[in-house]
């Protein structure tokens, strides 16, 4: 055989490896798997010490967690078949699954709780989530007690596959950086599917767990998780049928798409757990921002009806207070700021800022979140048309990169700014850091960086958090959220819009309150799609 | 530049009829543009141009800024080239855009023109040391990317019309520094400057006086061409989100509304024409000038 021939033979087989690992990807769509499209990268799949959505996705299949949640809030049982909160507070015992193991095959014992409750204690980036938490006592391998140093009701909440994964101790434990561990990119766990495959920014691939501890789950074979940066590729794969699931979805213009499409079920359940609310926020240390009258003026001007209705395109949930809609913990009767010209005029001159003889009375800037100009840069341009009718002439500063707003804002240079915050679930986690004053902290960005401070909300804030009867805990919550839109340092607007979006013929969808930040074990096509 | 090397031999041939002679050479430029017909039409394109910008104000008094109506409506007796994603009016945007496009595009070519000058003359009349380390600097500035150079400077100094401006001119003055440099390299040892220079005249005065005047027409050329290509640069780095969102522009309405394209195609089409428009009106009367100040297609005529 000649040269040649080797060599043409060499490109056959090319052509057939390249043709077929092809088909294997495509394939996927057709089997008993779903593909998933994400713009997020993460960084690794420890949602132990790593928060955000990027990572929460995969680390909720691949880490099982003591407690799961359905969509009306209320836990369920998942690592821990039952749970006990004693008495006094001081103390929840976790009666664990017996069944359960981890991927390696080593089973899931109490030891392995613990060390994960004191993992995330020590590295997670939500340092108030289990500031309470003093030790956990391990009686026997399938019983955890976790001590608190004082009453915790946001700890069953934080029990949640986005926030506390279960680590195997025998593979975490060996002593290295948790934060840095090797194990974070190869990572085991015993939730329902385990990593196979990861491409850095590319792709990754989580395959059925057979050993999963729950009888029949998780029903999809294989999923393959896309990591597509161009959200609009993404969208046009959705469209095509490539892709069977597109999560995150906030762009209006991109869920009316989807919604049109004939082949996509579209739910904005599944958010609930998050909470994600867009604001505008005041430097409340500035002049003239430091006068609540000034404050409730621009509310009274800024129309969230508009923002919600035509901005949004009614996809937004509007938001009248700091707890996101959809929490149970939400107060509806609150003041909403509905759009009053006259009153915010009145309340600027009896604050001391007449009108000039031009019209105008001062002269304010306005910042945003740069990189998602439907959510923050339309409104802020709209906003500047708004304040222009009672006097306020506001200009916009737009910033190059999310780390140059981040720094003005985190450095208390600006007047205003849009934000998007998230709640994360209870107020303890992701609440309380934007309104107490001992969390005015120069330089970090999403700290209370408003500078309001208010020691009537301080005391109910930190009464709250220790609070276990849910009635009162949720009458200070609501007298909390009265103050705070009394004051105004924000002016709530809504919730961010986010969509999922799933092929026609998927069941079991996540629209429990964490979303596709639960384990997607009940996920399965009822009618397999066209091949 | 190849034509204007040989105009000397050409202007010692024709000088045998002193008539043409009376006339000033901006008159004779001037008559000479006006036989050109793509001049003539791109000066008057632009002289509407310039008209509506300047007047439209006052008969279309609606800032661009404030909503006028709902997002999206389309053309109509209320908002008659529609409204933007806003609800902005996308005619009003078009005049006080224009404004802005216009005065970007006219003082960035000064910028660019006032630094191209003075380096290449510098450059051009001492040469030697002078010339060699005003030769890097230019190379230097050729060397960047003159859009990604913008952006960076716009990024770092803030989104402010007047930065957009100044980052324009600063990034694109180094084709006129060249072509003033080469002129006064070729002007400077011909015959009539060693006259002046013998008649005890000063390196300003050479400089200004002699070398100046007989440079300027290919640097004019350029300069009418450059406004048309800040006009462009502008909308550039608009489109790439780099405007100034406080000051509407035909860059900043074309970029803002790229995204709703299929919504409302009135708030894109129209901007982008204008810019179209704009841009190929300077073009032609930059032709045009060519033609009248180029001595040897004056004689081909």
């Known amino acids: 055989m000649s040269i040649r021939r080797y060599l043409l033979l060499g490109a056959i087989g090319l052509f057939a490896i390249c043709t077929t690992s092809h088909r294997s990807i495509a394939q996927t769509a057709s089997s008993n798997a779903a593909v998933i499209a994400t713009t997020q990268v993460p960084r690794h799949f420890n949602g132990a010490v790593q928060s955000g959505l990027a990572t929460a996705m995969p680390s909720s299949q691949i880490f099982a967690s003591p407690l799961r949640y359905d969509d009306n809030w209320n836990p369920q049982p998942y690592l821990a078949q039952s749970w006990d909160v004693a008495p006094d507070g001081l103390s929840v015992t976790l009666h664990l699954v017996k069944n359960a193991v981890f991927h390696d095959g080593q089973p899931v014992t109490s030891e392995d709780v613990a060390f994960s409750i004191m993992a995330i204690k020590a590295n997670h980036p939500f340092q108030t989530m289990l500031a309470a938490v003093e030790k956990v006592d391990t009686p026997d391998p399938s019983t955890a007690v976790i001590r608190l140093s004082h009453p915790s009701p946001s700890l069953l909440l934080a029990m949640s596959p986005a926030l506390m994964p279960i680590l195997p101790k025998h593979v975490y434990g060996d002593g290295q950086d948790l934060k840095a561990h090797p194990a974070n990119l190869k990572p085991i766990g015993s939730g329902p599917f385990k990593l196979t495959e990861y491409k850095q920014g590319e792709y990754y691939t989580l395959e059925k767990f057979d050993k999963f501890f729950m009888p029949g789950r998780p029903k999809l074979d294989k999923i393959v998780v896309r990591i597509v940066s161009d959200p609009n590729a993404a969208l046009v794969s959705m469209e095509r049928g490539d892709v069977n699931i597109l999560p995150f979805v906030a762009g209006v213009r991109d869920i009316d798409r989807l919604q049109k499409a004939s082949n996509i079920v579209v739910t904005d359940k599944g958010f609930a757990g998050v909470g994600p609310l867009n604001w505008l926020a005041f430097n409340t240390k500035k002049k003239p921002l430091d006068d609540v009258r000034v404050r409730q003026a621009i509310a009274y001007a800024a129309n969230r009806d508009f923002i919600v209705g035509k901005l949004m395109s009614g996809k937004a949930a509007p938001a009248t207070g700091p707890i996101a809609p959809g929490s149970p913990l939400e107060e509806k009767a609150v003041d909403s700021y509905k759009v009053d010209y006259a009153k915010a005029a009145e309340l600027l001159d009896a604050a001391g800022y007449p009108k000039g003889a031009d019209g105008s009375r001062f002269g304010l800037t306005i910042d945003y979140i740069p990189g998602a100009d439907e959510q923050q840069r339309n409104v802020a341009e709209y906003l500047r048309s708004q304040l222009k009718r009672v006097g306020i002439n506001l200009e916009v500063r737009a910033a190059p990169d999310f780390p140059t707003w981040a720094q003005r804002v985190s450095n208390y240079d600006f007047d205003l700014t849009r934000d998007t915050v998230f709640n994360w679930g209870d107020p303890v986690i992701g609440v309380n850091r934007t309104y107490l004053s001992s969390n005015i902290r120069k330089g970090i960005i999403w700290s209370n960086t408003q500078q309001y401070s208010n020691p009537k909300v301080d005391e109910l804030l930190q009464a709250a958090a220790v609070e276990t009867s849910p009635e009162k805990r949720k009458a200070l919550y609501s007298e909390f959220q009265k103050i705070v839109v009394k004051d105004v340092p924000i002016y709530f607007i809504n919730a961010t819009p986010y969509y999922n979006a799933f092929s026609k013929g998927l069941g079991g969808l996540p629209t429990s309150i964490w979303g596709m930040m639960s384990p997607l074990d009940e996920v399965h096509w009822e009618t397999p799609p066209k091949t | ?301």
């Open chain 2, 1 to 301: 530049m190849t034509t204007l090397e040989t105009s000397t031999p050409l202007t010692v041939e024709s000088s045998g009829q002193p008539a043409r002679r009376a006339a000033s050479p901006g008159r004779v430029a001037f008559r000479q543009f006006l036989r050109s017909p793509s001049g003539v039409c791109g000066a008057c394109l632009l002289i509407v141009i310039i008209l509506g910008t300047a007047i439209g104000p006052v008969v279309y008094p609606v800032d661009p800024l404030d909503l006028v109506g709902g997002p999206f409506t389309p053309p109509s007796a209320d908002a008659w080239l529609g409204t933007d994603y806003l609800g902005r009016d996308v005619l009003a945007g078009l005049i006080y855009g224009g404004r802005a496009s216009l005065a970007v595009g006219a003082v960035a070519a000064l910028i660019t023109i006032a630094i191209g000058l003075t380096v290449g003359a510098l450059a051009g009349f001492f040469g030697g040391a002078i010339d060699a380390a005003l030769v890097k600097i230019t190379e230097f500035f050729q060397i960047l990317p003159p859009l990604l150079f913008a952006m960076v400077l716009v990024t770092l100094f803030g989104q402010k019309l007047t930065t957009i401006t100044l980052a324009i001119g600063a990034v694109s003055w180094t084709s006129a520094a060249r072509l003033t440099r080469a002129e006064f390299m070729r002007l400077r040892n011909l015959d009539f400057v060693k006259a002046s220079r013998a008649a005890g005249a000063g390196d300003a005065y050479l400089m200004l006086r002699v070398l100046l005047p007989n440079a300027l027409p290919p640097v004019i050329v350029s300069a009418t061409l450059a406004i048309g290509v800040a006009i462009l640069f502008e909308g550039g780095l608009s489109f790439l989100g780099l405007g100034d969102p406080n000051t509407m522009s035909w860059g900043l309405m074309l970029g803002q509304n790229r995204n709703y394209v299929l919504d409302a195609w009135w708030a894109v089409i129209f901007p982008g024409t204008a810019i179209f428009l704009a841009v190929l009106s300077i073009s032609l009367v930059g032709d045009g000038v060519n033609d009248a100040i180029n001595p040897r297609l004056r004689r081909r005529m």
